[in-house]
């Protein structure tokens, strides 16, 4: 069967020419510090802080201001110096919910520290004072699911293997090329933390071929690591490049790429002996241990239909629409502004093209985009099998969407609606405009729902 | 107010849109259909538009009386007509035309669900009405007028054969058209002009078509008429209908899933090439299709699937 050279994921799409990419790959991260930030209690849905500070106080930059209230929760630090202007709810993606607001009153330092200029000596450094260290500062997932970076390291199995994920698949984001192309050296040395925090043998840090300069850099920075003397026990460090396709940078899909291996259905990366986080992740380990310095910021890349798209690094709670404008605006009349990528990011329903719909970045929020607001409507299947084609869990999207339309989730159970991982390349294929990836989200929220509920059951 | 609050990605879509598609298979049989204007004459192009605009009519019609979505313009229905047009003869009588549209569309797509629902091909079940209905009438052919010949009825190429006459016709002029037989059906080149314009725009499945075709030719090839191996293969490959069915009859999206659609292309072929070898009929294409069509869904069963994080370690 050759499983071991087989070295690519079934199924994908490439859903654009990767002009969208060219908007930005140029674009230096500049950085920009706005004059209030809205931090929002829930980083990620659901993921719910409780805020220690209150209005009138003043905080300062990488201060603790929210300590996690939820499984899925992160502790929340102040990402400027100034004070609190209030704490009330906002809407922010068609949710409400709790924010504290801050003005800005002093002028943004960065530090400077060897770290971020020299490989860093991690000798002094235990695996224990590493995770402790982005537990408590705050440090999250940056490429998408925000969920609470220490959780996957913090287990007592050791990782074979840490996977970085720098594949940055979705059109239009270029951060995390940004980042790996102009801060390399932190991130090898975060790299390297978060290899020691694994307990891995080995790290790959997982490009594709669209990011050919940023691999080149890294690849340097990890010969320049090697030489540079520092009795260095952390082994391999390798860069890998893989063909570009989309959800290349699917947690899952980079598994069975880079090592020809399967997450078992219901279970963990780390349960085939994996540990995958993302570039900007890396990145912010190094600032968190290394530097003293708490998850209170993030690379955003701005594009799509603005006058200006550009990457910028920012605290986090600035608002999309001070980014938008940093970015000279829109384009056009009628653009839906979504956080995140084109391809899995969100926009509110309401009021898509105006000021009330935006959003504020949080830890996990890589893009704001603008793109046209196009309405589709939907036609009947014609059994084309695309979607079939491109899941690359291997499900057949259609059946789902039929099974789901008619409520039966035994149905939706059997054909594995469990398994999506929502990446949308179903509805992205789809001839007759289906929202495949709608439903099929449904579909498995709501098998995973009732597989939840039969296992309380029974114990 | 049960508006969802948030829009979820993708917020990108493919360009090829259900009604891209049709159009493009559409403009892949014009070649075909200036072809039968050339060797039948206009009346080829008239049938044919009358066939098209029956189509249309009745599935806009339909759909309008009992309020459903209306999908009369994406040129599915032109598909379906045209092809219809092409399985008949240029002498057949214009008003077998429309009840034969009416049929196609009405009973064997719309009644069945419209568009991707259907679980056999509309234009071979309406030929396939009409032959039923009408023998004498849609399957009696006429040499092409660029022949000079009378215009008397002949048999087809196949059927020629099949009585123990003679072809009567070089390979050549089955290449290019030059028989009697049904509009669309003749000309092999200008067919797989069709096919190869479809192939570019990457809207179908070469591999069934191939598969179809190959099927056809290996078994009558090896139960030649003269006992094993004697088929005369180039003869059952450009003698009938052969090519238009597997250009745009096999490759029809049916009820089958993706590595199924091989196993039907095959099942198509071995029942093509079965009715061709034993039975009276001289052509097949029409019942092999079809039969297969009904099995499609029993061959779906025979695909192994493999879901992410099932494989045993």
Known sequence: MGRKQNLTFPG???????????????????????????????????????????????????????EPAAF?????????????????????????????????E??????????????????????????????????????????????????????????????????????????????????INGVRLLKKAAGARKAYICLEDNKLPAARRLQNVIEQTAASGIPDAEGHLEVKVFPTRYPQGGERQLIQTALSLE????????????????????????????????????????TGQVERPGNYLV???????????????????????????????????????????????????????????????EQPCIRCLGCERVCPAGLVPYQIDFACLEKDFDLCERLYAGECIACGCCSYICPARRELTLRTRLARDTVKQRQRERKAENT | MNQPSVIHGPHLRAGRTTRYIMLHVSISLIPALLGAVYFFGTRALYLTILSVAACVLTEYLWQRLTRT????????????????????????????????????????????GGIGSNFVNPALMGRLLAMVLWPGLVMQYTPPRTLNADAVSSATVLGAVKTGNEPGYSLLQMFLGETPGALGETSKLLLLAGFAYMCYMGIVNAEAALTYIAAVLLLTFVFGPAGLFTGDVLFNLCGGSLILGACYMVTDYVFVSRKGRLLHAAAAGVLTAGIRIFSVYPEGVCFGILTANCLAGALSLVQKRHVYGTRKA
Request: proline share 7%; net charge neutral; charged share 20%.
């Open chain 1, 106 to 187: 002093e002028p943004h330092t960065e530090p400077d520290a060897p770290y971020l200029r020299e490989p860093a000596d991690l000798n002094g450094i235990s695996r224990e004072e590493i995770i402790r260290g982005i537990r408590e500062g705050g440090l999250t997932g940056m490429g998408g699911a925000g969920f609470p970076t220490f959780r996957k390291y913090e287990g007592d199995r050791p990782a074979e293997t840490l996977l970085i994920n720098g594949a940055e698949c979705e059109p239009y984001l270029t951060c995390d090329y940004r980042l790996m192309l102009e801060e390399s050296l932190p991130l």
């Open chain 1, 12 to 66: 994908g799409i490439h859903p654009t020419d990767g002009s969208d990419k060219e908007l930005t790959a140029n674009a230096a991260i500049r950085p920009y510090w706005p004059h209030t930030v809205t931090i929002l209690s829930e980083q990620t849905p659901g993921a719910a802080c409780r805020f220690l500070v209150k209005p009138g106080d003043r905080v300062k930059e990488g201060q603790l201001i929210g």
């Open chain 1, 72 to 104: 899925t929760a992160a502790p929340l630090h102040a990402s400027v110096t100034g004070s609190v202007l209030s704490i009330k709810e906002v809407e922010n993606l068609g949710r409400r919910g709790l924010a504290c607001i801050l003005r800005r």
């Open chain 1, 315 to 377: 605290p986090i709670g600035t608002s999309a629409e001070d980014l938008l404008r940093l970015s000279g605006g829109l384009k056009a009349q009628n653009c839906r502004i979504i956080a995140g990528g084109p391809m899995t990011g969100s926009c509110a329903a309401s009021r898509r093209g105006g000021k009330d719909g935006l959003f504020y970045v949080t830890k996990s929020t890589s893009g704001i985009l603008a793109l046209p607001d196009t309405a589709y409507e």
């Open chain 1, 263 to 302: 997450v078992p259905m219901g279970g963990l990366p780390l349960d085939v002996g994996v540990v995958v986080s993302n570039a900007a992740t890396a990145r912010a380990a190094a600032d968190i241990v290394l530097g003293g310095i708490p998850l209170t910021r993030r690379v955003v890349t701005v």
């Open chain 2, 69 to 112: 979505q209306t999908t009369a313009g994406d040129f599915s229905a032109v598909v379906t007509g045209m092809l219809l047009a092409f399985n008949m003869p240029v002498t057949v009588p214009g008003w077998i035309i429309p009840i034969t549209a009416v049929f196609s569309i009405l009973a064997v797509k719309l009644l069945f």
